[in-house]
Structures are given as C-alpha cells and as structure tokens.
C-alpha cells in the first residue's frame, strides 16, 4: 500500500514540473516574440534625428557640414512623415548661425523647403553622394572679431533615368558662436 502511495505522489510532482515547465517556455517564448516584434529598425531619417546636438554637436566645421549634408540627403532622398520633416527643419537649422536663422520666419522657412523639395522630386533628382573639402582644405580667417571658416562641399545630383550625375558646388562659411560651436553662416554656388 505504501508503495501505491509513493507511486501515485511521485507521479502526480512529475505532472506538476511538466505543466510548470510548459508554462515557463509558453510565456519565455511568448515575451521574447513580443520584444522582437517590437524590435524595429529605425529609418535613415529617424537615425539622422537621434543626433543630440545639445549633448555632441559636431566639433570641426567639416563635421558640421557632413551632418547638414545627411540632413539634406533625407530632404530629396527619404521618405518621411510631415512630423519628421519638421523635425529635420528645427534640427538643420540648430546648425545655422543665428544670423541665418533671423533672415526668415519659421512659416517662410518651411514654406521655402517644400517648395524646394516638390522642385527636386518633379524633376526627378536625388542627391547621388557629396564630397567635403578635406580638413587640411578648410580656410580658417577672423571677420568682424569672429572665427570662421570656408569651405566646398559639392552635391552629385543624379536624375531618374540618365545615365550621369551633375555635380553642384557650393561654397560654405562658418562662424564659431559663442559657446565654440561652428554655425553655418551661409553658403552660394561655387565658381
């Protein structure tokens, strides 16, 4: 008889640790499903946003302008959501001098880059790559009390369907601000 009772306690602790494994890997493999299904991958666009200017601004004017030019290569290039290209805006314009950012209200500003990247996308161009001016190339001059600095970045804009890229040079300045910052100050089409 007692042997009938060991048996029957023995089989009923085994049947209890099989369900309680069972439920241990159901909810395991049931969280891990849900991490990876939330797990996703972020767009060039939100990648180029997570930059925390305020914590790690660039600290050489090139470095400034190859953040501007990933800023401009998800204007013509990416797709974004309305909030993200507002965002893009707020965040290009961290990288212009205060100067630059008075010249124009922020609804004109917005208003302006529609308009230009309507302009880009109807002629079907996009930014194919840019090349900056090697650090040693960068001019360095005082104006007005203030360091600044020149420097060529050029666009190769390449259009849906042809065969070669046109490539646009613009020459930028830069003015460190008060905190050290180098600031776009503004740039024009070079010769």
Request: net charge negative; glycine share 4%.
């Amino acid at each position: 008889m007692k042997k009938s009772g060991t048996v029957k306690i023995v089989v009923i602790v085994l049947i209890l640790a099989i369900v309680v494994l069972a439920c241990y890997y159901y909810l395991n493999s049931r969280v891990k499903k849900e991490a990876a299904e939330e797990t996703t991958v972020p767009t060039v666009v939100q990648n180029v946003l997570m930059k925390d200017l305020e914590r790690s601004y660039p600290p050489t004017p090139k470095e400034v302008l190859k953040y501007y030019c990933e800023i401009t290569e998800c204007f013509y290039n990416e797709e974004y959501t309305e909030e993200e290209l507002e965002a893009l805006a707020l965040k290009i314009q961290e990288l212009y001098d205060d100067e630059l950012v008075a010249n124009k209200s922020q609804e004109d500003y917005m208003k302006d880059l529609h308009s230009d990247i309507a302009s880009m996308k109807d002629s079907k161009y996009t930014i194919y790559s840019y090349e900056i001016s090697a650090s040693t190339d960068v001019e360095y001059f005082t104006q007005d009390g203030y360091s600044c600095a020149r420097m060529y970045c050029t666009f190769n804009l390449k259009q849906e369907g042809a065969t070669g890229v046109i490539a646009s040079a613009e020459r930028f300045v830069l003015r460190q601000d008060e905190d050290g910052h180098w600031k776009i100050l503004g740039w024009e089409l070079a010769d």
